[in-house]
């Protein structure tokens, strides 16, 4: 793990190197976003990463700008802000090719975000509970961020949560209110630039979409089916929104087989960097 400046931000870093024969071509890059608030690249550690990298990925993973051990400037937590980091920080690490990139929650707007900047930079998405950045986004981010500011700050808050759930738990929520009360998050995000239908149809590259069967973001699925050129979307059964630690093993079966199915073979003669 590493401190790396991008965009003016210290971001904390993690890699895991692809667990691949030496003389073969550079293996497939994957980069995981994750979610807002009180999720860091420790979600991925423990979920997807290790998987990831013994099936021939070449892993990066980073805590977004304010949260887990990134650094926490006071402004800037717009949506264009995140993306600006991911362009730096792929700039500086120069990953070999177009990135496969996986995003939870949030994270998964970051990542759709990067391939509607840099079409060419990307092989694929796969968006675990998420969705684009629309109108109707900015309007729940808002409202949802609005309530969490109020609840973080409510007393007796984080006494109810070490009893039921333990300090480790309480750490990671103190981290969160901290964000949301010492920063502009709640007021940036809302105000992030959004994407109309158009600007969606327009990303080119393979989109998958997980839903939870539960979740409110299920419905979106026929929607997004229906902009993008090439999009599946998978439903789980009996899961709401963290269907990363939910449905962990299906979801990482999932995204491995959208990963191999676009990404390229190696020309004649392509060999390790």
Not at 101 to 118: P, Q, W
Not at 161 to 184: P, W
Request: hydrophobic share 45%; proline share 6%; net charge negative.
């Amino acid at each position: 793990m590493a401190m790396i400046d991008a965009n003016g931000v210290a971001l904390h870093v993690a890699r895991i190197p692809a667990r691949a024969a030496a003389g073969t071509a550079p293996p497939p890059t994957v980069v995981l976003v994750h979610g807002m608030l009180i999720d860091s690249l420790i979600s991925y550690y423990f979920t997807l990463a290790p998987r990831f990298a013994a099936a021939g990925l070449d892993v990066i993973m980073y805590d977004l700008r304010g949260q887990g051990l990134s650094a926490r400037p006071s402004d800037g937590y717009r949506l264009e802000d995140h993306l600006d980091d991911l362009e730096a920080l792929l700039d500086r690490l120069a990953p070999a090719g177009p990135v496969h990139l996986v995003g939870n929650s949030y994270g998964g707007t970051i990542a759709f975000g990067h391939a509607e900047r840099h079409p060419g930079r990307v092989a694929s998405v796969s968006m675990i509970e998420s969705e684009p950045a629309t109108a109707a986004w900015s309007r729940k981010m808002a409202d949802n961020l609005a309530r969490g500011a109020e609840e973080l700050a409510r007393d007796g808050l984080f006494a109810e949560l070490t009893e039921q759930h333990g300090k480790h738990v309480t750490k990671r929520v103190r981290s969160a209110a901290r964000l949301l009360h010492s920063t502009t998050t709640a007021r940036d995000v809302p105000a992030s630039r959004v994407l109309d239908d158009d600007a969606i149809r327009a990303v080119d590259c393979p989109v998958l979409a997980l839903y939870g069967a539960e979740s409110e973001l299920a419905v979106q699925e026929g929607w997004l089916r229906s902009l993008l050129p090439q999009c599946r979307t998978v439903v789980i059964p009996g899961q709401e929104h963290w269907v990363l630690v939910g449905a962990t093993e299906p979801t990482g079966d999932l995204i491995l087989d959208w990963i191999r199915a676009h990404t390229p073979a190696p020309a004649a003669g392509d060999v390790s960097r």
